[in-house]
């Protein structure tokens, strides 16, 4: 059906169509399931014209007529990967700006041309962007059929390339918002870019011969058990190994090379081999989740053992409709690349996979494409163009891998709005005090205290009655249903429920001043939050730990008893794609009789991307046994939960860090003062993460107090006191819904920016007093403009903000460069003497910028802390939110800004100069991005009153008018950071 001037007009019969449809270049898996459907757009006589990178077999060997006809394009890239189960991200990214983007003009020009050449009637897209552009340009409808689009797998990308690539997003989603209407498959992603959706059964590719047929041409008894191992390609430098698989069993190998050798118990595929009839002849397969092999295996009820890929957000999706049929068994992908297979193969044979939906997706979507070919009109006029664009893009920054197998309209939002429509107003302090008092006064007869105070934490009184409600589980009969989410069974065998069990809680916090001038050493000004993370241990003899399978199975294979093991469950995997439990023996931390060294640990938790997360938990072990000496003979067990949001800015991983250390110190009758527990906790997320952040958000989580601004100079951490917030100021803390992470690009160029600085700084320093110095001694001049102990002190720099702003303006603004190349600095000065950063020879890094902010920064805050103890009145006010104002416009300068936190600021501004306000006095007085910056959340000071609350409320609906995303307010703790408690 083409549009023409407004009108449609009918092209051709309802029994002859011309289907135009675009298969995008990631993997074989939208090939094979395009290959059903257009098989029965062909069966019911039409033409079908494949623009496709994928090899002709795919197609040709399931469809042989005359009506198919394959044009061989490359239109987008999907996620390049290193490896079978490793996505590239800034590489995708770059990929697909050359793919489609650069060339975009010329690629739109050549699609309305053969596609006008050829009359489609209809385009249809799985999941080609372009594709639907191409389309309204030449007038024609498309539609699209898939599980997920490109705006939301590439959001994730965009998070590690930092304010770079950002436009890829948009434009994907908008190329989407030409499209009429989405036939969703089932496994879904949120695809809010699509007006409407119309959900079909799963699309299935059929079997040609039964499991006898595919055994007897094989060679195989029927009663060999048999796996398939179905990779797409397998991990580079593997080497399978004939002890892999149990005794009696054999497996079927796709995807290997041909130079792969096999032991005698593999059978290496060939390329082009139906896996269908193969799968359908195995009892279990073991590979990587993609659409084709979830949606087979729970048509052919064959379990799947699986290994997370990193990076790849449709991923939890298909995962969570896996394991809700029962047919998954997760795998960790060094037991994988280790061979300790026999447990998960066990394990996966004994399940019963319960799919009962139907797999005739393919005949379905069929149908509703020729419908739609010929005039039906399935979507509605619900939303707009601009409308479907700006939902598409904020899911595309926002929502991050949410739970849920069957999404309209995703949690947090839901969550949002109801806290909205429930929270009229914010609850005062007596009243949220009274709250925490009659939590306190419970009797808690499910547990007992033997040390410590939970302090009137309903967060901590929560917690430990979800420990019992675990134990319940752990020894009820009727745990079926409770069982089925992965983490919440492993953490009920967790713990022997007989023994001491060490819980500890330490909170995020609100970067009210300081920012990302702490690693130069500035005073910064720091509030807890209520949002916090808790933490239980329990150490035991290795002879009476409880282990999960495969770590007993590791430990039979080393033949030499019970070890030590270290056991992790992490709830809120779901959340993100990575793995709910971690596991190791306490062992292999040892590099002979000495703790492996950090950079071997960093490289030994990022090789699995899905439980990269373990080096926040498990690497506060490995820095007590390096910094301190402590060696751990005991097996650990530890249940982490956290309520700190990530990627927000209010540091969820120092909250986890700190929170993990207080409980394993607690457990091993360690005294570690706050402090010196901080910059332990700051070591594991510099070394043992990998991640270069300063010490303030660690020194927080630890030694904050309640309505009191940590106050300290981080050379390195020096706490000088706490600030009483007056009575009369307010701040709070509201989420952008841009995801934030101090790992990421913007943030470490800019610490190198900032140390390359100093480093100029410092070299100019010592050349000037070296010139004042002649062979006859000192030379007044120079003495006069700047003294010897003045240039002494600069030439030997130790921290930044040692600097003052006049000195910095009088003598070395102007010997700063913009911008400089790393290989440029390297040449000139050798190195920036920063231990956590390395300069990248290739990369311009702002340099002026980066230095000037933490100079300024520091006198800010000195200036905010005195006004703080200041006479109360608007001018105290007015001072105070001028100087946010200027720490965000710095931050932006740094290039560490955001479209959303830029927004929010200036809707406190608005907010502050309206007529109301200023007529009523003002309540709101100044804004600032926080934390490591590119997003994450503002903090605004405001008066303590119900109208500043009302108009916090007032900004967030704002914030979701304009974005689409309600954003979520954080508020301060009211009492202290409780000590770590014994149950």
Same mark, same amino acid.
């Given at each position: 059906?083409?549009? *023409?001037d407004?009108?449609?007009? *009918?092209?051709a !019969? ?11 270049g990631?993997g ?5 399931r395009?290959?059903?459907v ?13 623009? $496709? ?8 060997s ?13 239109? +987008?890239?999907?996620?390049v ?8 991200r800034?590489?995708?990214?770059y990929?697909?700006?050359e793919?489609?983007?650069v060339p975009? =003009?010329?690629?739109?020009? $050549? ?14 897209? #799985?999941?080609?962007?372009?594709a ?13 059929v898939?599980n ?6 590439y959001?994730?990308?965009?998070m ?16 989407? !918002? ?21 959900d ?10 039964s499991?006898k047929e595919?055994?007897k041409?094989?060679?195989?008894d ?14 580079a430098?593997?080497?399978l190994k *004939? ?11 796709c ?7 096999v032991p ?5 595929l060939?390329k082009?081999a139906?896996t ?7 009892d ?10 979830v ?14 890929? #990193?990076?790849?957000?449709?991923e ?7 394991e ?15 061979g ?9 044979? $004994?399940?019963?996979?319960c799919y009962?939906?139907g ?7 069929a ?5 739609t070919?010929v ?5 509605s006029d619900?939303?707009s163009?601009?409308?479907r664009?700006r939902?598409?893009i904020?899911l ?20 949002a709005?109801n806290e909205?429509?429930?929270?009229p107003?914010?609850p ?9 008092n ?5 009797y808690?007869e499910?547990f ?12 901590t $009184?929560?917690?430990?009655k979800s420990?019992?409600?675990?134990d319940?589980?752990?020894h009820?009969?009727?745990s079926?249903?409770k069982?089925q989410?992965?983490e919440?069974k492993?953490a009920a065998?967790l713990?022997?429920?007989e023994e #001491? ?7 995020g916090?609100?970067d ?13 000004l720091?509030?807890p939050?209520?949002?916090? &993370?808790?933490?239980?241990?329990q ?10 399978k ?7 294979? =080393? ?5 030590a ?23 292999d931390?040892?590099d002979? +009789?000495k703790?492996?060294s950090?950079? =071997?640990? =960093? ?11 373990a ?5 506060t072990?490995l820095?007590?046994?390096t ?9 650990i067990s530890m ?6 949001p990530?990627g927000?800015g209010?540091? !969820?991983s120092?909250?986890v860090?700190?929170a993990s ?5 607690a457990?091993h009758g ?11 906790c700051?070591?594991?997320?510099n ?26 100079? &981080?050379q ?11 009575n009369?100021?307010?701040f709070?803390?509201? #989420?952008?819904g841009?995801?934030h ?6 943030y ?5 920016g900032?140390?390359?600085g100093?480093k ?6 010592s050349?000037?007093?070296s010139q ?9 001049d120079v003495?006069?403009?700047d ?10 720099l130790?921290?930044? &903000?040692?600097?003052?702003p006049?000195r910095y ?15 440029e600095?390297?040449d ?6 920063d231990?956590v950063?390395?300069?990248d020879q290739?990369r311009m890094?702002d ?11 520091n006198?800010?805050?000195k ?32 290039g560490?800004?955001?479209d ?18 200023k007529?009523?006095?003002?309540t ?7 934390g ?6 503002? &903090?605004?000071i ?7 609350s009302?108009q916090?409320l ?6 979701? +008018? ?10 301060r ?10 149950i």
């Amino acid at each position: 059906m083409r549009i *023409e001037d407004g009108t449609e007009a *009918e092209s051709a !019969s309802r029994n002859h169509l011309v289907f135009a449809y675009y298969v995008t270049g990631h993997g074989f898996g939208h090939a094979t399931r395009v290959v059903e459907v257009v098989r029965n757009l062909i069966l019911a006589g039409h033409d079908v014209h494949v623009v $496709t990178a994928a090899p002709d077999f795919v197609f040709t060997s399931e469809i042989q007529s005359p009506r198919l006809f394959i044009r061989k394009v490359l239109l +987008d890239c999907g996620a390049v990967q290193a490896d079978a189960l490793t996505v590239d991200r800034l590489a995708s990214l770059y990929q697909y700006s050359e793919t489609a983007v650069v060339p975009r =003009k010329s690629i739109l020009k $050549t699609e309305v041309e053969w596609l006008n050449s050829i009359k489609a009637d209809l385009v249809v897209s #799985d999941v080609v962007p372009v594709a639907c552009r191409a389309a309204a340009d030449a007038g024609i409808r498309s539609v699209c059929v898939t599980n997920f689009s490109w705006d939301f797998i590439y959001a994730e990308y965009v998070m590690a390339a930092g304010k770079h690539h950002r436009s890829i997003v948009w434009q994907i989603a908008e190329d989407y !918002s030409h499209c009429e209407f989405l036939i969703r498959l089932p496994g879904y992603c949120p695809m809010p870019a699509f007006r409407d959706a119309i959900d079909v059964p799963l699309v299935v590719r059929r079997v040609h011969r039964s499991r006898k047929e595919v055994r007897k041409e094989l060679g195989i008894d029927d009663g060999v058990k048999l796996v398939i191992l179905n990779f797409g390609g397998q991990p580079a430098g593997w080497r399978l190994k *004939e002890e892999y698989l149990p005794p009696g069993w054999l497996c079927l190998v796709c995807g290997a090379s041909e130079t792969q050798e096999v032991p005698p118990n593999f059978i290496k595929l060939p390329k082009d081999a139906y896996t269908p009839d193969l799968m359908a002849a195995s009892d279990c397969m073991l590979g990587k989740i993609g659409y084709g092999t979830v949606s087979e295996a729970l048509s052919f009820k064959l379990p799947f053992v699986f290994v997370r890929r #990193d990076y790849f957000n449709e991923e939890p999706f298909l995962r969570n409709m896996l394991e809700y049929y029962q047919g998954g068994v997760e795998m960790i992908r060094r037991d994988l690349l280790t061979g300790h297979w026999k447990p998960y193969l066990e394990r996966a044979i $004994t399940l019963k996979p319960c799919y009962e939906g139907g797999s005739n997706g393919g005949e379905v979507a069929a149908h509703i494409l020729q419908e739609t070919a010929v005039g039906k009109k399935y979507a509605s006029d619900k939303f707009s163009g601009a409308r479907r664009l700006r939902d598409a893009i904020i899911l595309g920054y926002q929502l991050q891998r949410v739970p849920g197998r069957d999404i309209s309209i995703p949690e947090w939002y839901a969550n949002a709005e109801n806290e909205l429509g429930l929270l009229p107003r914010s609850p005062t302090i007596d009243e949220e005090n009274a709250k925490y008092n009659s939590i306190n006064n419970l009797y808690t007869e499910d547990f007992e205290i033997l040390h410590g105070d939970i302090q009137g934490f309903p967060d901590t $009184t929560s917690f430990l009655k979800s420990l019992i409600q675990l134990d319940d589980i752990y020894h009820s009969s009727k745990s079926a249903e409770k069982l089925q989410r992965r983490e919440r069974k492993a953490a009920a065998g967790l713990f022997n429920w007989e023994e #001491d069990i060490f819980v500890a809680r330490a909170p995020g916090r609100l970067d009210v001043m300081g920012g990302i001038a702490d690693y130069s050493g500035s005073l910064v000004l720091q509030m807890p939050i209520k949002e916090a &993370c808790h933490v239980a241990v329990q150490r035991n003899n290795p002879s009476k730990h409880r282990l999960w399978k495969h770590a007993q199975a590791r430990q039979q294979d =080393k033949q030499q008893g019970p070890t030590a093991v270290l056991q992790i469950v992490s709830y809120g995997s779901e959340l993100s794609n990575r793995g709910p439990t971690f596991d190791m023996d306490l062992s292999d931390f040892m590099d002979g +009789d000495k703790p492996m060294s950090y950079d =071997k640990a =960093k490289k030994f938790f990022a090789q699995d991307p899905s439980q990269k997360w373990a080096a926040y938990v498990a690497g506060t072990i490995l820095v007590l046994m390096t910094e301190l000496g402590v060696r751990f003979e005991d097996s650990i067990s530890m249940l982490v939960s956290s309520a700190v949001p990530e990627g927000k800015g209010v540091s !969820s991983s120092a909250s986890v860090e700190v929170a993990s250390m207080s409980a394993i110190a607690a457990a091993h009758g360690l005294s570690i003062n706050p402090r010196d527990l901080a910059l332990l906790c700051q070591k594991v997320e510099n070394h043992v993460v990998g991640a270069p952040c300063g010490v303030m958000d660690q020194m927080t989580s630890a030694c904050g107090e309640a309505n009191k601004l940590l106050a300290m100079v &981080c050379q390195p951490a020096e706490v000088i006191g706490h600030v009483e917030i007056p009575n009369h100021i307010r701040f709070w803390g509201i #989420d952008s819904g841009i995801r934030h992470s101090v790992g990421g690009a913007d943030y470490g160029s800019v610490r190198i920016g900032a140390f390359m600085g100093r480093k100029i700084i410092k070299s100019t320093a010592s050349a000037i007093l070296s010139q004042s110095i002649n062979s006859n001694g000192i030379n007044s001049d120079v003495l006069e403009d700047d003294g010897t102990e003045l240039l002494e002190s600069e030439a030997s720099l130790d921290y930044l &903000c040692n600097l003052c702003p006049h000195r910095y303006e009088a003598r070395y603004v102007k010997m700063l460069p913009e911008s400089l190349l790393g290989e440029e600095f390297l040449d000139k000065y050798s190195d920036h003497n920063d231990a956590v950063t390395v300069i990248d020879q290739k990369r311009m890094y702002d340099v002026k910028a980066s230095a000037r902010h933490p100079i300024y920064e520091n006198f800010r805050v000195k200036a905010f802390k005195a006004l703080l103890t200041s006479a109360t009145s608007d001018d105290q006010l007015t001072a105070l939110g001028e100087l946010l104002y200027q720490c965000h416009y710095s931050y932006s300068a740094c290039g560490l800004g955001s479209d959303g936190t830029d927004r929010l600021v200036q809707l406190v501004q608005q907010m502050q100069h309206s007529k109301s306000s200023k007529s009523n006095d003002g309540t709101l007085y100044g804004a600032k991005i926080t934390g490591g910056g590119s997003g994450g959340t503002v &903090c605004v000071i405001g008066r303590n009153s119900l109208r500043s609350s009302e108009q916090i409320l007032e900004i967030q609906e704002r914030y979701k +008018d304009a974005t689409g995303y309600l954003p979520y307010s954080f508020s301060r703790v009211h009492h202290q950071v409780p000590e770590s408690l014994v149950i």
